[in-house]
């Protein structure tokens, strides 16, 4: 199974990015993380198999996560950026039935793309 992220790119803040993550088999929880130089990775948002969603509460109206089965892509729409989104972002796949936004809760993560919001 491979996850490969994109879409990740610099903005202003107050603009929108769109990140698309390419899975070749579906889980139970997929989510996206990201991690700054030197802190944890934290969890964004996640969905799990029967579409239910949770978002780390500083992104929550701004974020949103979805899913296309048919094309194998987990999305995360962006908007109104803020400089604190910088960040590298991570798709992730688990095999718990809850939208979690721990890590420890997934096994297979992608390699990243990186998101730069200048305020």
């Known amino acids: 199974v491979q996850l490969v992220e994109s879409g990740g790119n610099s903005v202003q803040a107050g603009g929108s990015l769109r990140l698309s993550c390419v899975y070749t088999a579906s889980s139970f929880c997929m989510g996206w993380f990201r991690q700054v130089q030197g802190k944890e990775r934290e969890g964004v948002a996640s969905i799990d198999s029967d579409g239910d969603t949770n978002y780390l509460p500083s992104v929550e109206g701004r974020f949103t996560i979805s899913k296309d089965n048919a094309k194998n892509t987990l999305y995360l729409q962006m908007d109104s950026l803020k400089s604190e989104d910088t960040a590298m972002y991570y798709c992730?796949?688990?095999?718990?039935?809850?939208?979690?936004?721990?890590?420890?809760?997934?096994?297979?993560w992608g390699r990243g793309t990186q998101v730069t919001v200048s305020s």
């Open positions: 992730a796949l688990g095999g718990i039935r809850a939208p979690m936004l721990t890590a420890n809760w997934y096994n297979l």
